[in-house]
């Protein structure tokens, strides 16, 4: 028998989840303690410095992006200010909106289901799952060019869909929900052009849908595409893009791109596969099943193979503007959002086939009895805690964190006392990879906007791992 929902033991369990989903996330939020500004943040903070925040959102969108919403965040950050110490605190407060986002999104989804309690371990299991596998911590949330242009584009869309699926519930839209959804999609687009493309072409396809079916929801897409069209012109427009396009090369013919993003989509649908995420699914499952979630049901007259369809449509849209601009796959930063969105789609799929095949999965956990609501949440959190991510994250915390942020206190006063200078420094021989994405290099012309920062005449640093640290 599985545990009733009112049951003591399962609100006890609840407890359990909520503490060591925090236990799992500790070292990622200590971590931000010895976050330093690395590779871009150097480049882009210069700019807002010469040309002054109004007069750099013209300069950035002359000379190379488009990306309104990401050059004024590139612009007001602690160091164009100058002020370093504040600069883990802007990492932190990223990684704080980004789970409080998760957690307004996955209320959302219990809140559609007519599930009144346990959303808040929900959302942390969720939450672990997502760090547990993330292809790259340190472009997520410590890398701030990174977080600013990727990252804080999916909390704003996990706020977005959060509202959205309140309005589904609802039957309606609402003007306010639309106003806050409009805003947050006018953000979204201009801050990278992967979000951009899908969030177009979702409201699009939905306009056309509504047009066609003559669903009452055609004017609230309506105002909402406009509005990401307007934002998405904005960056399409900019003069900059054809000089950052110039540094991507090579670019690819849009014929070989619409090829290669299906091949991207299927190579990444077997990478993004581990076990964390292979329980949460199963646990999932489980909760369906034995609590008999009659809420669900709805779930199973959904066609599965039009389900896999808008799972690759939408992998393909994300894919195609790197395979455009740069002939190849995504960073691993782009890969983050990508992750996010599948962690979402393989638990939705677990209880979409679990609805729609009750009998064999009550026959599964029947057979397996040891297969329980505890066994299943112990295994995850196993799991969880021996992925790579976790492993390093725990020894980054205890040793190379703080090695890494006391190195970088003797750097700044090695740097205050050589105005003007050549500066060598010694390599890192241990990498802090879950926070540092891209390390000092031993050819000086790479480091050349720290150097310019700090007032020295050029940066470099003995051989050593930092030279290849890319994570």
Not at 117 to 142: C, D, E, G, N, R
Not at 214 to 230: D, E, M
Not at 414 to 433: A, C, D, M, Y
Request: proline share 4%; net charge positive; glycine share 6%.
């Amino acid at each position: 028998m599985g545990f009733s929902m009112h049951q003591p033991r399962s609100k006890k369990l609840a407890y359990i989840i909520i503490i060591l989903s925090l236990l799992f996330l500790t070292p990622y939020f200590i971590l931000n303690r010895y976050n330093m500004p690395m590779a871009d943040d150097f480049y882009f903070s210069l700019q807002a410095i010469e040309h002054g925040f109004w007069g750099n959102q013209i300069n950035m969108y002359k000379i190379l992006s488009g990306r309104f919403i990401a050059t004024i965040w590139l612009s007001f950050n602690p160091v164009v200010w100058r002020k370093l110490e504040l600069f883990p605190l802007y990492s932190f407060v990223n990684m704080v909106l980004f789970f409080i986002a998760l957690g307004f999104f996955v209320r959302r989804v219990f809140e559609f289901f007519e599930i009144k309690k346990y959303w808040l371990p929900a959302s942390l299991m969720t939450a672990v799952a997502i760090v547990a596998h993330l292809p790259s911590t340190a472009q997520a949330f410590y890398w701030m060019t990174g977080y600013t242009n990727y990252m804080m584009s999916n909390t704003a869309m996990l706020i977005i869909a959060g509202l959205y699926l309140s309005g589904l519930k609802a039957g309606r839209f609402h003007w306010g929900p639309i106003l806050a959804m409009a805003v947050l999609s006018f953000y979204v687009t201009g801050s990278n052009e992967t979000s951009m493309f899908q969030l177009c072409v979702f409201y699009l396809v939905m306009v056309v849908y509504c047009f066609f079916k003559k669903r009452p929801w055609f004017l609230p897409h309506l105002v909402l595409l406009l509005v990401s069209g307007v934002g998405g012109l904005i960056v399409y427009l900019a003069p900059g893009n054809d000089e950052r396009s110039a540094m991507l090369n090579p670019q690819n013919p849009i014929y070989a791109a619409y090829k290669s993003v299906f091949g991207s989509t299927l190579e990444h649908t077997v990478q993004f596969i581990n076990l964390p995420l292979i329980f949460l699914v199963l646990l999932a499952i489980y909760v369906v099943i034995r609590w008999d979630l009659k809420n669900f049901d709805k779930l199973a007259r959904l066609n599965s193979k039009k389900l896999w369809l808008i799972y690759v449509l939408t992998l393909a849209v994300g894919y195609f503007p790197s395979q455009i601009s740069m002939g190849g796959n995504p960073r691993l930063r782009v890969d983050n959002m990508f992750y996010m969105f599948y962690v979402f789609f393989m638990v939705f799929m677990g209880v979409h086939y679990a609805v729609k095949n009750k009998q064999k999965f009550q026959t599964f956990f029947n057979k397996y009895s040891f297969l329980n609501l505890r066994s299943i949440v112990a295994l995850f959190f196993l799991m969880s805690f021996l992925w790579d991510n976790s492993i390093y994250a725990w020894r980054d915390m205890a040793k190379y964190g703080p090695e890494y942020g006391q190195v970088w206190q003797q750097r700044l006063e090695v740097l205050e006392n050589s105005q003007g200078k050549e500066v060598v420094f010694t390599s890192l021989q241990h990498i802090p990879r879950t926070i540092l994405f891209n390390g000092v290099r031993e050819n000086p012309s790479e480091n050349k906007y720290m150097a310019k920062y700090f007032g020295v005449e050029s940066i470099r640093i003995t051989p050593g791992p930092e030279n290849k640290a890319i994570y």
